[in-house]
């Protein structure tokens, strides 16, 4: 879409806020607005709890259409470029959830599943709040009906008939050697019918992150030029009690220990074994005393007088 397309490669910058700059913080969220697609409900921050710090995730997009490699999709028709309107894909949406902190927690089916070429799915998500620092929980639900006569299947089918009228007239036009084929709006819908509920589980989520973070339908050019930016509070540790400090580094010393035992197992800690002379085993003809009266029984561990005779055991 032009030369200052964003690209993945520079998935996040980050800008990071402490307790003593909260006041700082409060002017830069002007400038949030101002200068990036600001995906935060929080219009002032009030308080930063010790231990934690806000962070300021800018998440590029690669402003490219999907068909030349990029992660936008074009919603309608225009003939300009500036009123075309684009709408973001999978891949950014994901990584704007990932750099904000948010998670799914839920995915369910909530249609009968008596017809395999309709789906219903209900998706829920949870989303960090700076602003109180708990998790909010969205909801999203999506329905692909792929069922004969929908208005889906009519849509893919108009929308196939349109494409190929745009080949014809340019083959026409350039006076193409053989006439373009039509293709099957059938095959397209048969692949769509294979992976429906995987679909609409995907549709579900990514509704339920939309209206989460407040991301918009469609976007134009100039607003995707301006990258993504969402807040997340995360545990830095930061304090300024210097024994609160140390307190805070034993902790997550603990926690790293308890992490370790759930990785690998619980070891329990106890001294090495200390073998004593009475567990050494004694060969009676080897290490007894040559003037010992006593004999070992190795079956039963058993010491008995040794029976008279030679001091070597031999008989007279």
Request: hydrophobic share 35%.
């Amino acid at each position: 879409m032009g030369a200052q397309d964003n690209k993945p490669s520079d998935l996040a910058v980050r800008e990071v806020f402490h307790k003593e700059d909260l006041g700082a913080l409060q002017k830069r969220l002007e400038d949030f607005g101002a200068r990036y697609n600001f995906l935060s409900p929080v219009v002032s921050i009030e308080w930063i709890p010790d231990f934690y710090s806000i962070s300021a995730v800018r998440v590029p997009v690669d402003t490219r259409s999907m068909k030349e490699g990029g992660e936008v999709f074009e919603v309608g028709w225009a003939k300009e470029s500036k009123d075309k309107k684009f709408s973001l894909s999978k891949a950014p949406i994901e990584r704007i959830a990932m750099a904000a902190g948010a998670d799914v927690l839920q995915v369910l089916r909530t249609d009968d599943r008596t017809d395999p070429h309709y789906c219903e799915c209900s998706a829920l998500v949870s989303i960090p709040d700076v602003g109180t620092g708990r998790s909010r929980r969205v909801q999203g639900t999506a329905e692909i009906d792929l069922r004969e006569g929908s208005a889906l299947c009519e849509k893919m089918a108009r929308e196939n008939e349109k494409a190929y009228q745009a080949r014809l007239a340019r083959a026409e036009r350039e006076g193409w050697s053989k006439k373009p084929k039509k293709s099957d709006p059938r095959v397209r819908v048969g692949e769509m019918r294979a992976t429906i509920v995987r679909r609409c589980e995907t549709a579900a989520i990514l509704r339920a992150y939309r209206r989460g973070f407040g991301i918009k339908s469609h976007y134009t050019y100039d607003e995707l030029a301006r990258p993504f930016l969402v807040l997340r509070l995360v545990e830095s540790g930061h304090c300024d009690d210097p024994e609160a400090r140390k307190a805070y580094r034993q902790m997550a010393l603990a926690r790293m220990a308890g992490a370790s035992d759930a990785l690998f197992g619980y070891r329990e800690q106890r001294p090495p074994d200390v073998v004593t002379a009475s567990a050494i085993p004694v060969d009676p003809k080897v290490d007894r005393d040559p003037g010992s009266t006593e004999y070992l029984d190795e079956e039963t561990g058993e010491v008995t007088p040794e029976p008279a005779g030679d001091p070597d055991g031999m008989p007279y």
